[in-house]
């Protein structure tokens, strides 16, 4: 299994970003997957997190209003679109899933991870 997390860079502050995650070797829409991120000296959270029913997305408080999440079962590929972006979002980006329909809303449980992308806020 492979997540592979692109999309990411140095953007100023108010700018936006579409991160993506490319999965192989599993069957994607099966599977729970999201975005985590972990800044500098800061433990790794969740940011947003699609699940396999139709369910309401979840989005870190952080974020919320911010960032949108959506899933192309057909292309295995994940997204998040993040808007108005803050200094404070600056982080390594992870993407991770998660076998069925059930999360625990942490970083605890994932199966798979990809290596992150560096997502940097600056002026």
């Known amino acids: 299994v492979q997540l592979q997390a692109s999309g990411g860079g140095l953007v100023q502050p108010g700018g936006s970003l579409r991160l993506s995650c490319a999965a192989s070797?599993?069957?994607?829409?099966?599977?729970?997957i999201g975005w985590f991120r972990q800044a500098p000296g800061k433990a790794r959270e969740p940011v947003s997190f699609s699940r396999t029913s139709d369910g309401a997305p979840y989005y870190a408080p952080a974020v919320k209003g911010r960032v949108t999440i959506s899933r192309d079962n057909a292309k295995n590929t994940l997204y998040l679109q993040m808007n108005s972006l803050k200094s404070e979002d600056t982080a390594v980006y992870y993407c991770?899933?998660?076998?069925?329909?059930?999360?625990?809303?942490?970083?605890?449980?994932?199966?798979?991870w990809g290596k992150g992308t560096q997502v940097t806020v600056s002026s």
């Open positions: 070797g599993l069957t994607f829409d099966n599977y729970g």
């Open positions: 991770a899933a998660t076998y069925g329909s059930s999360w625990s809303a942490s970083v605890y449980g994932m199966d798979y």
